[in-house]
């Protein structure tokens, strides 16, 4: 149950204003929404904590120049989970081929702050856009998923000692 100070209604308008800030690829907003210990989780970033989460939408934003971000059906039910549907398509920098994900989000608030955050969409779609053909044949072969975690996962840590 949400605390008497917090409504379903507030819980809409934090994940409306974390979609509208990710929109102006504004990542110190998206990350203010997080409390301290918040944790993320995807098909790329499968175990994000704390200061990782925001570190994350920065760097995306920073890096994804022609990105570009939609959303809808932001929903809050009474005990602090938000959904939400938003897409984003952008060039994958490692190809320079287009991308067009499609997500489904699920937010855990509390106290005015996101504590838990999962996003799922089809990441098998996802490498077969951004990776062309290698990514059509190989991108359901766990082995080759994982090397993307691992490569994003270099690359988020990298992002964070530069900062």
């Given at each position: 149950?949400?605390?008497a100070?917090?409504?379903?209604?507030?819980?809409?308008?934090?994940?409306t204003?974390?979609?509208?800030?990710f929109?102006?690829?504004?990542?110190?907003?998206?990350?203010?929404?997080?409390?301290?210990?918040?944790?993320?989780?995807d098909?790329?970033?499968?175990d994000?904590?704390?200061?990782?989460?925001?570190?994350?939408?920065?760097?995306?934003?920073?890096?994804?120049?022609?990105?570009?971000?939609?959303?809808?059906?932001v929903?809050?039910?009474?005990?602090?989970?938000?959904r939400a549907?938003?897409?984003?398509?952008?060039?994958?920098?490692?190809?320079?081929?287009?991308?067009h994900n499609?997500i489904?989000?699920?937010?855990?608030?509390?106290?005015?702050?996101?504590?838990?955050h999962?996003d799922t969409?089809?990441?098998?779609?996802?490498?077969?856009?951004?990776l062309?053909?290698?990514?059509?044949?190989?991108?359901?072969?766990?082995?080759v998923?994982?090397?993307?975690r691992k490569?994003?996962?270099?690359?988020?840590?990298?992002?964070m000692?530069?900062?």
């Amino acid at each position: 149950m949400l605390p008497a100070s917090m409504s379903a209604n507030d819980n809409v308008e934090i994940v409306t204003r974390f979609y509208e800030a990710f929109q102006r690829r504004d990542g110190a907003v998206m990350a203010s929404v997080y409390a301290d210990d918040a944790t993320f989780r995807d098909p790329v970033f499968p175990d994000l904590r704390g200061a990782e989460v925001g570190s994350m939408w920065r760097m995306l934003t920073e890096r994804g120049k022609d990105l570009e971000v939609s959303f809808r059906d932001v929903t809050a039910d009474g005990d602090g989970t938000t959904r939400a549907h938003w897409e984003a398509t952008y060039t994958f920098s490692g190809t320079g081929r287009r991308v067009h994900n499609v997500i489904d989000a699920v937010f855990e608030i509390r106290d005015g702050k996101v504590v838990r955050h999962v996003d799922t969409f089809d990441l098998w779609r996802w490498m077969r856009m951004a990776l062309g053909p290698k990514g059509v044949v190989l991108g359901w072969l766990p082995p080759v998923q994982a090397a993307l975690r691992k490569k994003a996962r270099q690359g988020l840590e990298l992002y964070m000692k530069a900062r």
